[in-house]
């Protein structure tokens, strides 16, 4: 059975208007992962390599002049972007596999045990922080002075991001992997059983949800009138974005553990067939497919006519947008699972061998 908790006398929504930057996952609140980057055209150089000693899935965020992640052993990084040397470290009792907002001199992020953070990047100091329903394994989404989340236990939470109270929670009934994305007055997330909830950004209720045929743990990716995802039923879905009605489907080989990218006329996603798609948001017909040698879990990002996407088999590939045909690849040491991070000229990527990279094509 769901639920929606309000907490009326805590609402204090700021106005969009005048809203200070918010850097997050996937490139902004959308999560449709495009960058306005020149992008890395061929990765001749590997600026630097930080080795932080433990498994890393999550993507890093970029904001300022430093870098954020976290790994298996429940630390908050923050890394200098020019050099890759180690500005401070955050211990929580858990391990960190979401990407941190960051906004206002402080990163939000929440960890497998069972809190949400909210760190000053300036000192690694905590600002607050608060115990939830259950582990945290999503990227949160920071819009309008509410950082959204969800946790295993099933409960979705927006929280006051400046002085940590809990705004409204939504009971979804089963486990949240799914990060949300954030667009116009709605809230999108999947959920383990299938459903992937339209909730209302300021007060958490239900605008409508659809049902697919698998868990849903990849993140929602919006853009103008269509909410895509995928499923472990193995298909990439086009909702409408304000009834939920199905617009079409595309069906691959193996389930789908990646999220979209999506521009103007395409969207690509990975599979757990080892392979990445590039389809027609116009005509919703493959425009190609590429191989790779094991699952693509990563969710792909999109910069100057360029993908770029990791995979089990431990490399990191860029593909020519038009073509489907390989740019470059670079291999590290481990799964590559995470989603990359384009600023400037460079690329900046992490691996379950437990290192963050920093390439460039200069």
């Known amino acids: ?28 609140p959308s999560l449709a992962g495009v960058y306005e980057s020149q992008g890395v055209n061929q990765f001749r150089n590997l600026n630097w390599k930080f080795n932080s000693k433990a498994s890393i899935k999550t993507s890093p965020t970029i904001s300022e002049k430093s870098l954020y992640f ?45 809190r949400f953070y909210a760190v000053n990047t300036e000192t690694g100091q905590e600002v607050w922080k608060t ?3 259950g582990a945290v394994t999503t990227s949160p989404a920071l819009v309008n002075g509410l950082i959204y989340f969800g946790t295993v236990k099933g409960n979705f939470y927006a929280y006051n991001a400046k002085s940590g109270r809990e705004q409204w929670r939504f009971e979804a009934g089963d486990a949240i992997y799914s990060s949300p994305a954030v667009y116009e007055d709605m809230v999108f ?17 239900e605008r409508w949800s659809f049902k697919a045929k698998g868990a849903i743990h990849g993140s929602p990716a919006v853009t103008g009138s269509t909410v895509y995802f995928g499923s ?48 027609s948001t116009n005509t919703h017909h493959t425009l190609w497919k590429f191989k790779t040698k094991d699952w693509v879990v990563s969710a792909p990002v999109v910069s100057n006519d360029l993908i770029y996407v990791g995979s089990f088999d431990k490399q990191l590939y860029a593909i020519q947008a ?18 990359p991070v384009l600023h400037e000229d460079a690329i900046f990527f992490t691996s379950q061998d437990g290192s963050l990279y920093a390439g460039t094509g200069l």
């Open 189 to 205: 997330f999947g959920s383990e059983n299938g459903t992937l909830y339209a909730l209302t950004a300021t007060g958490g209720a």
């Open 131 to 133: 115990r939830v329903s």
């Open 322 to 339: 038009d073509s489907g045909l390989k740019q470059w690849s670079f291999k590290t040491n481990g799964a590559v699972s995470s989603s």
């Open 1 to 28: 059975m769901k639920k929606l908790i309000l907490f009326p006398a805590l609402v204090a929504i700021l106005t969009a208007c005048g809203a200070p930057k918010v850097d997050m996952y996937r490139a902004g």
């Open 232 to 279: 472990h039923d193995k298909a990439l879905y086009a909702v409408d974005r304000k009834t939920g009605q199905q617009q079409w489907r595309y069906i691959t080989e193996g389930p789908i553990y990646s999220s979209p990218a999506v521009t103007s006329n395409a969207v690509y996603i990975g599979s757990n067939d080892g392979k990445l798609y590039a389809l």
């Open 70 to 114: 976290g790994n298996k052993s429940g630390y908050l990084y923050a890394i200098d972007l020019k050099s890759g040397r180690e500005q401070w470290r955050f211990k929580t009792g858990g391990m960190i596999s979401g990407a941190p907002a960051v906004s206002e001199k402080v990163a939000y992020v929440g960890s497998h045990d069972g």
